[in-house]
């Protein structure tokens, strides 16, 4: 993953064009002045060429630093950039060699140390060429220098109205010649220009950092042909204006076969001649092949998932379907250490979503294995030995959004680390040993960010029942809404039903919409079990 550098580093890295002339032109005319000096043909001072010596050398620092963050900021990618980065560097270290030998040889002296400092500048100004030409390759595209002289002229263009050969493939016989010279200079193999690559038909279906560059459903409004189209003074229009433009032919080619739906199989019928694309039906191959099924998501390891379950490790994935997955080490947590977690997490590290380390033993280590995971969203490490050291490890994490640090040994150091972590959404921090100042500042600098010290209540409290009053004047349960209290309590027998005893209304049950009165308290009691028996004693 490529790292994320802060704007005004990315500035310095976009200086390379600027600054990688000055150590190529400095240790050329080092090496013709040298040259001369050492067959007698020309007498320098020592002292002024120690002053070029140490302009060369901190040019070509400066020249490889820029380089390597240009490279690893603006789309580049592949062999051609390991081998031009790796070249770069060996220069640099020429230089600062060439510039030691120089300090250290006696002024105008053919001593050993003024040989050796006169062969690593020979040496330096020849491994320049070939650092420059990868250069120009991953700006300018393969063969760069000579492609006039090995250009071969357009073949003529066919009858628009001639019918297409069966058999034959528009793309491959036209499309991808015409993107190979047109546009993958910027969108090849080597350089991905706003993540766009064009030099395959896997990375055409893939698009951009914009997003897809064919649109199937309304082929008119494909950002390929939208772009090509612009006017060649737009910001937006491809290729840039100071670049080599597509020939009108080209360019009806390339609409015609984004018309017909961009077939990567198949022959496409030319549009008519003066057709405004608009108007024009999009040409029909003689059969138009079947879409592609979407490729099948990658599924981590059979036996590393295995290796999870044997140490009782949870592993269960995030969605049906797909290959995101949650790994909980809860259930091994007192032997979970470094060791055991990184050789567990590691063979599937392209797949965790969520990592859950509560109460484990892991530190350092296990924080620098997290980094490295590019799609962890959740981390919980509550109750973990975790210090400041140990969670600066984690970086400025590109999809880290929560983090559990609860219980753990953290001090108010660990601020920049936290505010470090650019897509953090909700962090838990109570007993983690921030203090109140720290978290507040926490919260004025991202107020965006949910922060759970356990000092702010989860919300106000809701509104609690009103008091129950409890009256003699209530109706009793079931009983039909009488016309004043007192007649809800008015038994309808005179004689308890159970004992025969007199009433006291004191003691009276609802049953079936009646009062029904008893002698003592016991009575209800012999009622409810045979109701039926006591209330024939009432007929």
Known sequence: MA??????????????????????????GLAVVEALALFGWLTASRRLVGVWVWLAALSALASAGSGWLLGHEDGYGGETLERHENLGLIVAALALIVAGLHQLSREGTR???????????????????????????????????????????????????????????????????????????????SKHKGKLALHTREAIEAGGESGAVLNRAQPGESELLVRLKLPVDHDDHM??????????????????????GAPFEGAVAALPAGVAQSEAPAAKPAEKPA????????????????????????????????????????????????ALVTE??????????????????????????????????????????????????????????????AQTKLTDASLDAL???????????????LSSDAIARLRSERPELHVDAGDVPDSAPADAETEIKLSSDAPLPGAPAPESPAAALVPINQK?????????PKYAV????????????????????NPEACLAELE
């Not at 670049?243 to 017909?260: F, N």
């Open 3 to 28: 790292p994320t550098f802060p704007s005004f580093v990315q500035v310095l890295g976009r200086a390379h064009p600027l600054v990688l002339h000055l150590p190529i032109g400095l240790f050329v």
């Open 111 to 189: 001593t050993t140390l003024l040989r050796l400092y006169r062969g690593c500048v020979f040496a330096t100004a020849a491994l320049l060429v070939p650092t420059g030409h990868l250069g120009a390759t991953l700006t300018h595209g393969d063969d760069f220098l000579f492609e006039p002289l090995r250009e071969k002229p357009a073949p003529a263009p066919k009858d628009p109205s001639a019918p297409a050969e069966s058999g034959v493939s528009t793309y491959a016989s036209v499309i991808a010649p015409l993107l190979e010279k047109r546009c993958t200079s910027c969108h090849g193999e």
């Open 239 to 260: 290729p840039p204006g100071d670049k080599p433009q597509p020939s009108a032919e080209e360019l009806a080619a390339l609409e015609a076969w984004i018309l017909a």
């Open 291 to 338: 879409k592609p099924a979407p490729p099948e998501p990658k599924r981590p390891a059979a036996d590393a998932l295995a290796a999870l379950d044997a140490e009782f490790a949870h592993v269960e994935m995030q969605e049906r379907d797909g290959n995101l997955l949650w790994i909980d080490f809860s259930a091994l947590a007192t032997r979970a250490d470094d």
């Open 344 to 405: 567990l997490v590691r063979p599937v590290g392209e797949f965790v979503a969520e990592l859950s380390l509560a109460r484990s033993q892991v530190g350092a280590r296990t924080l620098e294995l997290a980094a490295g995971l590019p799609k962890l969203r959740r981390l919980d490490l509550r109750g973990a030995p975790i210090d400041d050291g140990a969670l600066a490890k984690l970086g400025a994490h590109p999809t880290l959004a929560e983090l559990v640090l």
């Open 419 to 433: 505010l470090a972590l650019p897509k953090l959404e909700r962090v838990f921090l109570w007993k983690s040993g």
């Open 496 to 504: 308890c039903p159970v004992s025969g005893s007199p009433v006291n």
């Open 510 to 529: 609802v049953y079936d919409g009646k009062v029904i009165g008893f002698c003592c308290p016991n009575c209800p009691k012999e009622f409810w079990a």
